[in-house]
């Protein structure tokens, strides 16, 4: 199953796990992402770290560490 990191700028997708150890999967549930949320990425740094995703209307920032614990598929 891909993660949040194998996905290219602009594509939507939607969370089907959180697979990060804590304390980072309670950082990514208060970002009001949880499974079924429904994301697209808007932003990925030249190294691949951060990326900003958007979702429910807001953009969020996640490191690359936070972001390969998030389990997706694409839309």
């Known amino acids: 199953m891909p993660n949040l990191l194998t996905i290219k700028k602009g594509q939507s997708v939607r969370v089907t796990a959180i697979r990060a150890q804590y304390p980072i999967d309670q950082r990514i549930l208060s970002l009001g992402i949880a499974t079924d949320a429904v994301l697209k990425v808007c932003k990925v740094a030249p190294l691949g770290d951060p990326i900003a995703v958007e979702v429910d209307g807001a953009q969020i920032v996640l490191r690359k560490s936070e972001a390969s ?4 598929e694409p839309l």
């Open 69 to 72: 614990g998030i389990q997706v």
